[in-house]
């Protein structure tokens, strides 16, 4: 396949684009160069995803604030290190960007630039960076082998359209709440288009691509559709490569946010989210998230760490793997979600054991109630969780006891004055509300605002104060009238607390 990776350089030069000094040699041995990462981050949390690169690879981000999209600097020889980032899904390589694109009124006009566009830009070193990750990949060898006879036959048109529903960055069980695409639609007036051409030739040997167009804003006169169309038979044509939905080799990636506009090769072939889980279960929360919530709470070292409602095990698995100087405490009151999180421990301890690392992960599961928490009191250094938003997991009515009970609980276990929890709720209101009267035992320090598949929800980071649990007016009332409290969910009135219930 080295002749495939030729190919991007010849028809590079073929086409006559200034040609990097690394150009014509292996890339291997080529010289380093200076290139811009794009990545894709969980909304809310493009801070921590920049402080983990300033970290891990020393270089400053520029934060596309509350998009979801983080941009830094690197050298070629650090690209390698860039996928080993944790709070990044997909990443991408900076052809161009625009900030204040004048997109033009009609939209004949504005795809027409468009197509030209695609001529005009600096494509070398990017294409380089995508050749340079084809090596790394090889090296790896987690190359996947193609199926030649397969990928030779040509799809009809149907086929086409069919196998654009399943595309590789959708895996057959992204159906979870918890697992917000870069793919979905955020808002009205943001849409995706991945936009499959009339294959042209037959040959084998051609570079395959495909152009995802990701365009958000309400002022364009066009859809991600006719863009990605008529951008993507523009680069077809400068390149001589040949569109193929699904078996790809490259991915352009056609960004435009209002009117920002950003041309990039995708350097994922799927999002790093799913990375340490095996078993799934219906609201699997993204890695990327799981280790955005831990960092804000800054885990040290012999630190206890408690997921009461642990599900698969998503957070402290993560936490486990990236902080594993903390020990963690994962229960959940479900038996298959209980089963689920040992069988997603044994798959890493196995795949550990395969490499040679003796030690085993510092991680406990449990089947517990969280409202009686066979845990002693302040026990806990740290709590991340993610509730039951009320959707797919229990219903609204339901957590206005949950929530009240579960943050008491958490507050008995917690350390007063030095504990801290990270939680995530789609409930704002609820959760609010419980957090109002838990007493003065917990204070909001923080709140992330991110977007779980398509959902408004906030990451609350809490510090337990300093007061005695169950001293205070507030705790022993609710301790005694939980099941007075609210009972309908619309109900905002504090007056619904004295009714009695039943
Ligand atoms: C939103 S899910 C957590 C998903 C998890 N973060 C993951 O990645 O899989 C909420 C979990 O809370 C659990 N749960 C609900 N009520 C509970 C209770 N009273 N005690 C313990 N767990 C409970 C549910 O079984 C569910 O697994
Ligand atoms: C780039 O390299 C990474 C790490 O080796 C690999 O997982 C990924 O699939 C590669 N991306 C592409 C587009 O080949
Ligand atoms: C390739 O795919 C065809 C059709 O699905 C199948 O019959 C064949 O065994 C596959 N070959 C390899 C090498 O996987
Ligand atoms: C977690 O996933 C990443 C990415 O696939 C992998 O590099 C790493 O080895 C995994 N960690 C463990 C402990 O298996
Ligand atoms: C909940 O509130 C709604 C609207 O205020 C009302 O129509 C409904 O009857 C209430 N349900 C209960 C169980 O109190």
Redesign the pocket.
């Known amino acids: 396949m080295s002749s495939l990776e030729d190919e991007a350089v010849e028809q590079n030069t073929v086409e006559g684009l200034t040609s990097s000094p690394s150009s014509d040699t292996d890339t291997s041995t080529g010289a380093i160069i200076t290139i811009t990462i794009g990545a894709t981050v969980p909304t809310g949390f493009e801070h921590t995803a920049a402080e983990e690169v300033k970290e891990k690879i020393g270089s400053d981000a520029r934060i596309s604030k509350d998009r979801g999209r983080i941009y830094f600097p690197i050298t070629t020889d650090k690209l390698f290190q860039v996928h080993l980032l944790c709070s990044v899904d997909n990443l991408f390589v900076v052809v161009a960007e625009f900030d204040c694109y004048q997109f033009k009124e009609s939209k004949e006009e504005t795809l027409k630039e468009l197509q030209e566009l695609a001529s005009t830009l600096p494509w070398t070193n990017a294409l380089e960076v995508w050749r340079l990750n084809r090596t790394l990949k090889k090296k790896k060898g987690h190359r996947k082998?193609g199926?030649?006879?397969?990928a030779k036959s040509k799809a009809a048109p149907s086929d086409v359209a069919a196998s654009a529903e399943a595309a590789p960055h959708k895996l057959p069980q992204e159906t979870s709440l918890a697992d917000s695409d870069t793919k979905s639609v955020v808002t009205p007036d943001s849409e995706t288009c991945q936009q499959d051409l009339e294959e042209t030739a037959n040959d084998a040997k051609v570079i395959k691509f495909r152009v995802t167009c990701n365009r958000a804003g309400d002022k364009h006169s066009f859809s991600s559709n006719e863009a990605a169309r008529d951008f993507g038979g523009a680069v077809q044509e400068f390149f001589q490569w040949k569109a193929d939905m699904t078996k790809f080799d490259i991915e352009v990636l056609l960004n435009i946010h209002n009117e920002e506009v950003v041309i990039g090769i995708a350097l994922t072939e799927e999002s790093l989210h799913r990375r340490n889980i095996s078993h799934f279960g219906p609201t699997t929360l993204r890695s990327t998230l799981c280790y955005g919530m831990l960092r804000l709470c800054k885990p040290q070292e012999s630190d206890i760490i408690l997921d009461p409602m642990c599900g698969t095990g998503a957070i402290p698995l993560e936490g486990a793997i990236e902080f594993g100087e903390s020990f963690y405490i994962a229960g959940d009151n479900n038996d298959m979600a209980v089963s689920r999180t040992v069988n997603n421990i044994c798959h890493i301890q196995k795949r550990r054991a395969e490499k040679g690392s003796p030690s085993g992960l510092p991680i406990d599961t449990v089947q517990w109630d969280l409202s009686n928490l066979p845990v002693r009191t302040s026990s806990v250094d740290i709590i991340v969780t993610d509730m039951p938003f009320g959707k797919r997991m229990g219903s609204r009515k339901k957590n206005w006891d949950l929530y009240p009970s579960c943050l008491r609980e958490m507050a008995r276990v917690c350390r007063p004055g030095s504990g801290k929890a990270v939680i995530l709720t789609q409930d704002k209101k609820c959760f609010t509300k419980a957090i109002s009267r838990m007493g003065g035992l917990w204070r909001k320090l923080h709140t992330v605002w991110v977007n779980v598949g398509g959902l408004h929800a906030g990451v609350y980071l809490l510090k337990r104060t300093a007061a005695m649990f169950g001293q205070t007016p507030e705790d022993i009332y609710e301790s005694r009238g939980r099941s007075d409290a609210h009972m309908n969910e619309t109900d905002d009135k504090e007056s619904s607390e004295l009714q009695p219930n039943v």
């Open positions: 082998v199926n030649t006879t397969r």
